[in-house]
């Protein structure tokens, strides 16, 4: 079992950035992969980023060459760079990983870009 916590979503301007974090409660990061997924009001849940235990990295079409994806495994967290927002990036980030047959979310964050 593990848990995850994300923080540092926010409110920011068109064109801005954030950083994510997400914390896990152990350490799984060199064993597991990890993904950002993100959710917008009346859409369904879709992966934005992910990670592998060997660093291999992919993004969804809408987020190339704007976000970033990378870890920290002795701090045992996750990072997504958010560079060059746009209104529809706005929505709740989640931090997940699955281990065996159990996915696990973190409790999400929410990013909310306007002017």
């Known amino acids: 079992q593990v848990q995850l916590v994300e923080s540092g979503g926010g409110l920011v301007q068109p064109g801005g950035s954030l950083r994510l974090s997400c914390v896990a409660s152990r350490s799984i990061l060199n064993i597991y992969p990890m993904g950002w997924y993100r959710q917008a009001p009346g859409k369904q849940r879709e992966l934005v980023a992910a990670?592998?235990?060997?660093?291999?990295?992919n993004y969804a079409d809408s987020v190339k060459g704007r976000f970033t994806i990378s870890k920290n495994s002795a701090r045992n967290t996750v990072y997504l760079q958010m560079n060059s927002l746009k209104p529809e990036d706005t929505a709740v980030y989640y931090c997940?990983?699955?281990?065996?047959?159990?996915?696990?979310w973190g409790q999400g964050t929410q990013v909310t870009v306007s002017s």
């Open positions: 997940s990983t699955a281990i065996a047959t159990t996915t696990y």
């Open positions: 990670i592998t235990p060997l660093d291999t990295t």
